[in-house]
């Protein structure tokens, strides 16, 4: 494909939601250093960070939450929009509404989207950690709890900038205690503590654990309810785990 061809998509790569084969397209154009595509890709993503940093409080609607939750593949009650978890839901959201065939239309609407997303008083830190972990050109995608009614989402893996954990139907942790993501490494090795994050009243979470990550020495990530203070090693029952592919 030429430049003009993608002209289309860059919005979508810069969101990580591209599909095939215009991502790996432009990616090849990246590669090769293609002037056009890299100042394309650049426009995007300032874009995008420039609407979302500016954009006023706005609260978002209840239809839009259901879209974003049924988009995420979670239940339709409640959501209550966990600040950095908003953001990435959107994202999701937009692939739903590129997905219905309304290409034309996913530009203004993806703007939209982050600039709602974006105006709930994100932290910009931890959300350029997620985007850098959705954008990256080797990141994988893991789903976990599909055919289970209790806790269910995505893992976001990328070997040069870590890991992004969402979830839902996660019940609240108790008093004193909190959620621990575990690295399970292949061989029957010890599992590697990978971060403490809690989850909101409406069963929904986010975690970025940041640093380099070899995927290949690595059999999957599992999540269990520990003292708040964080373990050394797991003292309860997986409630997630999510074999890496």
Same mark, same amino acid.
């Given at each position: 494909?030429?430049? *003009?061809?993608?002209?289309?998509?860059?919005?979508?790569?810069?969101?990580?939601?591209?599909? +095939?084969?215009?991502?790996? +397209?432009?990616?090849?154009?990246? /590669?090769?250093?293609? %002037?056009?595509?890299?100042? /394309?890709?650049?426009?995007?993503?300032?874009?995008?960070?420039?609407?979302?940093?500016?954009?006023?409080?706005?609260?978002?609607?209840? &239809?839009?939450?259901?879209?974003?939750?049924?988009?995420?593949?979670?239940?339709?009650?409640?959501?209550?929009?966990? $600040?950095?978890?908003?953001?990435?839901?959107?994202? *999701?959201?937009?692939?739903?509404?590129?997905?219905?065939?309304?290409?034309? +239309?996913?530009?203004?609407?993806?703007?939209?989207?982050?600039?709602?997303?974006?105006?709930?008083? @994100? %932290?910009?830190?931890?959300?350029?950690?997620?985007?850098?972990?959705?954008?990256?050109?080797?990141?994988?995608?893991?789903?976990?709890? +599909?055919?289970?009614?209790?806790? &269910?989402?995505?893992?976001?893996?990328?070997?040069?900038?870590?890991?992004?954990? @969402?979830?839902?139907?996660?019940?609240?942790?108790? %008093?004193?205690?909190?959620?621990? !993501?575990?690295? @399970?490494?292949?061989?029957?090795?010890?599992?590697?503590?990978?971060? !403490?994050?809690?989850?909101?009243?409406?069963?929904?979470? !986010?975690?970025?654990?940041?640093?380099?990550?070899?995927?290949?020495?690595?059999?999957?990530?599992?999540?269990?309810?520990?003292?708040?203070?964080?373990? *050394?090693?797991?003292?309860?029952? $997986?409630?997630?785990?999510?074999?890496?592919?």
């Amino acid at each position: 494909m030429n430049c *003009s061809e993608l002209r289309d998509h860059f919005e979508l790569y810069s969101l990580g939601l591209a599909e +095939e084969p215009e991502r790996s +397209e432009i990616r090849a154009h990246l /590669e090769r250093g293609c %002037e056009v595509c890299m100042a /394309e890709v650049k426009r995007a993503r300032e874009l995008a960070a420039i609407l979302a940093s500016t954009a006023a409080p706005l609260a978002p609607s209840p &239809k839009l939450r259901r879209r974003i939750l049924a988009a995420a593949g979670a239940q339709s009650y409640g959501f209550g929009w966990a $600040p950095a978890l908003a953001a990435v839901a959107a994202l *999701s959201l937009c692939a739903a509404v590129y997905f219905s065939g309304r290409e034309r +239309e996913f530009s203004q609407e993806a703007r939209s989207l982050l600039a709602q997303a974006r105006s709930q008083n @994100i %932290e910009l830190t931890r959300l350029d950690e997620a985007f850098a972990i959705l954008y990256g050109a080797d990141t994988t995608v893991t789903s976990f709890g +599909e055919k289970q009614p209790k806790p &269910k989402g995505r893992v976001f893996v990328n070997p040069s900038q870590g890991v992004l954990l @969402i979830a839902s139907n996660l019940a609240t942790a108790p %008093e004193g205690q909190a959620y621990e !993501m575990w690295l @399970i490494p292949r061989g029957g090795k010890a599992p590697v503590p990978f971060g !403490m994050f809690q989850a909101r009243s409406d069963g929904t979470a !986010m975690h970025v654990q940041l640093g380099a990550l070899d995927v290949s020495a690595a059999a999957a990530l599992a999540v269990t309810l520990e003292a708040a203070a964080g373990v *050394s090693a797991p003292t309860s029952t $997986p409630v997630i785990v999510a074999a890496l592919q």
